[in-house]
């Protein structure tokens, strides 16, 4: 029973393209966050919810935008796709111990 | 402003080598610390964790003591194993909310037979 489940895995789609990732977590926990890794494994926080409620949106291009329908689920929309979002994409939740669980990523490849 | 400063890899070590990765921080209050790691193909995962100078986190024969002093919260194992190969990723947060994680760059430990 995965704790944190994110689709798809894999994504692969032209310049210009919208596409969206969807993430879920059955752990009961409030708060929610996408975090992109570049091909340096270096990790940035784009956004967190809190029960359903925006609470970090970093400096990231309007192009992206998260959507919490409920506190299990947090949801990545990305329009007009550029080479440089090529990246993976962690979703994650945490309850108040400040231990984060992470899906296991989705790969995002812009031709 | 608050920050996670861990050694560049990557490490590379024979098996049964002593393992240190080095992690400092900057922090305005009094952070939690964490040691995350990230098999191939998967997602970060809690290896250990401390929440007070002086407590030592441990999990899989590793080994971090949070030390206030020296603003140091660095990595041990006494005896790597191939399966150790990872990236290893030191964290603090300032709130027990964790909505402020701060994570270090990742270090890269490959692990020879």
């Known amino acids: 029973d995965t704790a944190v489940s994110q689709t798809p895995k894999y994504l692969v789609t032209q310049m210009g393209n919208d596409k969206s990732i969807k993430c879920e977590q059955n752990?009961?926990?409030?708060?929610m966050y996408w975090y992109k890794q570049d091909s340096k494994k270096f990790l940035k926080i784009m956004f967190s919810?809190?029960?359903?409620?925006?609470?970090i949106n970093e400096t990231v291009p309007n192009r992206f935008s998260p959507k919490s329908p409920d506190k299990a689920h947090l949801n990545l929309h990305i329009n007009s796709l550029e080479l440089g979002d090529s990246a993976v994409y962690f979703c994650?939740?945490?309850?108040?111990?400040?231990?984060?669980?992470f899906g296991e990523g989705s790969r995002l490849t812009v031709l | 402003g608050d920050s996670v400063t861990q050694m560049e890899g990557p490490v590379t070590l024979s098996e049964e080598a002593f393992l240190t990765i080095n992690c400092t921080y900057t922090?305005?209050?009094?952070?939690?610390l964490f040691w995350y790691v990230q098999y191939p193909g998967e997602g970060l995962q809690l290896l250990l964790k401390?929440?007070?100078?002086?407590d030592k986190g441990s999990n899989k024969g590793f080994e971090a003591t949070y030390r206030k002093e020296t603003t140091s919260f660095h990595l041990e194992k006494g005896s790597v194993q191939v399966s150790d190969s990872a990236v290893y990723f030191c964290?603090?947060?300032?709130?027990?909310?964790?909505?402020?994680?701060?994570f270090g760059s990742g270090t890269r430990l490959s692990i020879r037979p």
């Open positions: 994650a939740s945490s309850q108040k111990t400040g231990e984060l669980f």
């Open positions: 752990l009961g926990h409030d708060t």
């Open positions: 919810y809190n029960n359903k409620e925006l609470i």
């Open positions: 922090a305005t209050g009094y952070p939690s």
């Open positions: 401390a929440t007070k100078a002086d």
């Open positions: 964290a603090l947060t300032l709130y027990s909310s964790a909505s402020k994680i701060i």
